[in-house]
């Protein structure tokens, strides 16, 4: 359930992105939702959209749809950090299986569960166009590749370290 302050920083955020007169009007909800999701830590949750849908003026199915189709979009709560694996040929060849197994072993989670700790969400992904570094993996905006069982299991523990400080 969103709060009266959520609901307020939802409207804070929507009026923002209406009054940025460097976007396109097809733009809007999109960047809406994306600084919604921000604001939520990797979700939106249903009563935000609705707010969305309210204040933009635009059918909640609209919305929907939008949070539906695009794989970076969840309605679902999520790790702080969101984990997509990259599911393409090129990682698969050069060890993505392997990075697969050492992420769930570390994590203790499946593709499309959050590890216990609530900090790591791991997600299939189509091609994040870096197949030069494959296997790759991307931990909410950045990316990591020629990865090796060692090196994810360094990001992991070294994400975990920086939590703890």
Known sequence: MVSDKELQ??????????????LAEGDV????LHEIQNHFHN????????????????PQ???YEVLTFYTMFSVEKRGKYVIRVCNSLPCHVTGGKEIVETLKKELGCDFSQTSTDGLFTLEKTGCLGLCGVSPVIMI????YGNLT???VQEIINKIREEERD
């Open 9 to 22: 920083a939802i409207e804070q955020i929507v009026n923002g992105v209406v009054t940025d007169e460097s």
């Open 29 to 32: 909800l999109i960047n809406c």
């Open 61 to 63: 199915s609209s919305v």
């Open 43 to 58: 979700f939106v949750p249903l009563e935000a959209a609705e707010k969305v849908a309210e204040m933009l003026n635009v």
């Open 140 to 143: 909410n905006e950045e990316f």
């Open 149 to 151: 069982r060692d090196k």
